[in-house]
């Protein structure tokens, strides 16, 4: 089973640009759909992006579309998530999370979660 460790958010600008990232450890990554969600205070957990086994698909919130990218890297046991045009409504902790075979909006349906990394966007 994998462990998932989040790191690289932090304060920025409304308009700026960020990159979070999910660094794994366990050799079978490649077998995982990945997600990224995140958690405003006194908010639900919400769906931001998720990512194919492969990489080759992505999906994401209708609200980031555009200005964020999901990505993954099998061979470093990764996934990133890059932020542009970043909005205060962006603030929250971001957690990444895994999931066996086919990407999922739903977090409840995911089986592993990093500790979250937090993410704040100043107006």
């Known amino acids: 089973q994998v462990q998932l460790v989040e790191s690289g958010g932090g304060l920025v600008q409304a308009g700026g640009s960020l990159s979070v990232s999910c660094a794994t450890s366990g050799r079978t990554f490649s077998s995982y759909a990945m997600g990224w969600f995140r958690q405003a205070p006194g908010k639900e957990r919400e769906f931001v992006a998720a990512i194919t086994r492969s990489g080759t698909s992505t999906f994401y919130t209708d609200s980031v579309k555009g200005r964020f990218t999901i990505s993954r890297d099998n061979g470093k046991n990764t996934v990133h998530l890059r932020m542009n045009s970043l909005k205060p409504e962006d603030t929250a902790v971001y957690y990444c999370?895994?999931?066996?075979?086919?990407?999922?909006?739903?977090?409840?349906?995911?089986?592993?979660w990093g500790q979250g990394t937090q993410v704040t966007v100043s107006s």
């Open positions: 999370a895994a999931r066996g075979l086919i990407p999922s909006t739903n977090p409840l349906e995911y089986d592993i």
